[in-house]
């Protein structure tokens, strides 16, 4: 995992309630292959990423967590098995913090240190 | 009047949205929610939505008298997501409405590396956690081919046509050595509304009028097939097996998937993302066909009542008038207009299906097809409307090629030829509308 480039830039922006810290990723259901066959990975906050459009002042959301996957973390050229038209492919599921994100707000949840977001494939095999 | 899972849900949700600090599990009223239902959009805590996710299993093992006290059934077991979820929730279910029912687990091994031998260690584990038999028949032994072995010499195309006939009787053997007369596979609603659609789409209406019923008899098998997880959502699935941290197998099949069905699966699956109850009502739609298809119809296919497929149980199908009382029959209301079309649909698809049968299968005549008695395969004995059943169709012409095997250095035009001939026949087979039954589905089991 690249270190957090944008991190030390965090402090420079006065109103930052960034959250800081650190969230667990997990892969199940046949998607730990698309991500170097992980089951888990742990990723800083804020996220690191490196071309940072969105603004520090406001925590990552689980849709700053999905672009960052697939731009980044993703060694698997095969992006429209995880994303596809910029969501979240339809059939796998997305649990924050055991719960189906459809209760969290789905992309617009904003991650705080601590949580604990999965992806599972509801498409592999019966 | 309502098919089985309609009526399951204990409790009907508030329709109107809660605020969020008093949000709790429509269910029990105590706990956080952390499941949004797919057919009801209700929002349930861990251990409501496990109990109601069985429960409603039970209602449609119930409602349709699935199974009789005494019985001996085997579960088809492939160590996936879906079968490993019928294997926990009918030992539970067994366990807690005391069924009475001896169950054994029966796994098919096609002989692919690094895919079935893994899920095999799977369905090894599965059996010890839920105290079931557990019973393996190899393609190798049965036929002497692995699938392995099959693609190396047709290749990839087709392959899951050789792998579908094969399972379809290796199953059937498999439970003719236990004894037991009736297979359960782990088939959920989204594999059935693929189907129906797959069925729609290609204009095959006796399938379609069949590919939905929950337990399936035909008189080419000896074995019933029944689905206990038809209603159930493949999301549903997928969560019941992560919150009861079930030990499933989650790897594709190396040599599928089958384009089609792929493409039949993604609009599912983005259909469920717009509109999570289109899965239920799609697979509604294909059990409504069964009341709508005429007779002549139908009767395009094999259609001798007593040599089809025949669904044994059918949820009745709701009268058209008392559909718009039905909350879960969205398409109840639809207009005369959309009827209309839809007949003419219907027409048309008859008349698809008249030209397939004329172009494509010269050989097959509607009348001899309406006359189809059973016999016994005269290679193997397996039941069969014709001289030799599917698989020793297949087996012919792959045993045919057999000596080429291994020492080939490059495909010469013979074996170029030996290919085409398998898949030819494949495709032949694909497109007999035989008696014996196939819905479209055993791709999965
Ligand atoms: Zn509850
Ligand atoms: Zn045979």
Redesign the interface.
Known sequence: MATPLVASSTSTIPSSTATTGQIKVEF???LE?LFANQRSVTLPLPLPTTTSTSTLATPPTVGDLVTYLVNTAMVDPRKELFVVDGAV???I?V?IN???W??EGEEEYQLCDGDTV?F??????? | MSPPTSTAAPSSAPTTPQPTSTRLCAHCKLS?????RAKTRD?LC?PCFLHIFELEIHQTITSTNLFQRGDHIAIGA?G????TVLAAVLKTLNDRYDYGIKFTLLSIDEGIKGYRDD?LETVKRNAVQYEMPLVIVSYRELYGWTMDEVVQQIGKKGNCTVCGVFRRQALDRGAERLGVSHVVT???A??MAETVLMNLLRGDLPRLHRCTAILTASSSSPVRRSKPLKYAY??E???YA??RKLDY?????LYSPEAFRGSA??LI??L??VRPSAILDVVRSGESFVAMVPPEISGVAPSQPNTTATPVVLPPPPPPQQADDDPNAHCGGESGGEMAAFEKQLRENEEATHRETEVKLPQIRKKQKMKQTLMNCRKCGYMSSQELCKACVILEDLNKHRAKLGVQVELDEVEEEAKEGVRRKMEALELRKSVETDTGTDA??
């Not at chain 1, 599972?120 to 019966?126: A, E, F, I, P």
């Not at chain 2, 996936?80 to 079968?83: A, F, I, L, W």
Request: hydrophobic share 25%; net charge neutral; with cysteine.
């Open positions: 199940s259901g046949g292959l492919r339809p059939g599921l649990l055991e719960a189906d459809e209760l999965l599972v494939s509801t498409l592999h095999g019966g | 956080r929610p952390k499941i949004q929002r861990v492939s996936g997501k879906d079968s899920s782990g088939h959920n989204d594999d493949e999301k699935i997928v969560l992560h919150h197998f989650s790897t594709e099949c699966r993604a699956k983005s469920e993302r999965k089991e």
